[in-house]
């Protein structure tokens, strides 16, 4: 399913990458991973949005859970350096340089930070490295309370004109019910348009140590089919989590046929917009006049 792509986006939730017991990375999990990421990037380009600084950080801050909001900003600190120690080990292996971009969803929504970040990626990519990007949560108070990298991933799909956002999670797909409390609920393959039907299903479907649950993750695809990019929702706990991808095992959401530039297209998927402006009386006349 996934060998047409050719800029691909994965988004990697803390309940795929870290273990929720013992707070460590899941070692043997994340080298079937990058044993695929290195299979991919003979032939395209591979980013990696990777979420699980912060669980990996609180084993050092408490033993209990994190409640303050200054301790989740230190747990991200120490959680960060671990993170990306392991993508670089890992990724060694198959001789495979990485880099880490540290970014916040401000970051996005400022037109020159936007375009610069873009820049570094595009340089990154042209000399075969694969970036592995992460909220800077350190100082990104809204994220830690608010957001999630789901978001993060569809702006980043956005910024690089992916054509491709795959999102691991700790389920297969978007379902008709929660499957996690009623079985043999039926899952939805193929997506075409994200209506408010599908976003109802989203609301209640969410996981333990991530902090988007499936709602952002409709929003993502929602950002991605309007730049012309699928999303793919996909259970994580597979021997080769994205080769075998397919709509069996997984959900898509296929693109609109959006016609507007990048700039409006990045105006559009704004996720928190604000400001004001204004305007001479040849304008308001305009206005009016439609």
């Excluded at 079985?183 to 140590?209: P, V």
């Amino acid at each position: 399913m996934i060998k047409k792509f050719k800029r691909i986006v994965i988004k990697i939730g803390s309940n795929s990458i870290v273990d929720s017991k013992t707070k460590k990375i899941k070692s043997k999990w994340l080298d079937k991973l990058c044993k695929d990421i290195a299979q991919l990037h003979k032939t395209k380009k591979i980013i990696v949005v990777c979420s699980g600084a912060i669980a990996l950080g609180s084993k050092s801050i408490t033993k209990s859970v994190i409640r303050k909001l200054e301790d989740k900003q230190a747990a991200a600190s120490i959680g960060q350096i671990e993170l990306a120690y392991q993508w670089r080990s890992k990724l060694k292996k198959f001789k495979i340089n990485v880099s880490q971009i540290l970014l916040t969803l401000e970051d996005s929504e400022i037109r020159r930070r936007y375009l610069n970040a873009r820049n570094t990626i595009q340089s990154l990519q042209n000399k075969n490295i694969i970036p592995i990007i992460n909220e800077n949560d350190t100082v990104a108070t809204e994220e830690i309370r608010y957001g999630d990298n789901d978001k993060l991933a569809a702006r980043v799909a956005q910024m690089i004109g992916a054509d491709l956002l795959v999102l691991m999670s700790d389920v297969d797909g978007l379902y008709e019910k929660n499957p996690k409390k009623i079985k043999n609920t039926k899952k939805i393959s193929e997506i075409y348009k994200i209506d408010k039907k599908i976003e109802k299903l989203a609301k209640s479907q969410t996981s333990e140590l991530g902090s988007g649950g499936m709602t952002t993750k409709i929003m993502a695809a929602k950002i991605c089919s309007d730049n012309g990019c699928t999303t793919v929702i996909t259970n994580s706990n597979k021997n080769n989590p994205i080769t075998s991808i397919s709509i069996k095992n997984s959900t898509f959401f296929y693109p609109s046929n959006s016609k507007n530039s990048s700039k409006k297209k990045w105006l559009l998927n704004h996720l928190s917009p604000s400001g004001s402006f204004i305007i001479d009386e040849g304008a308001r006349r305009a206005i009016l006049k439609n």
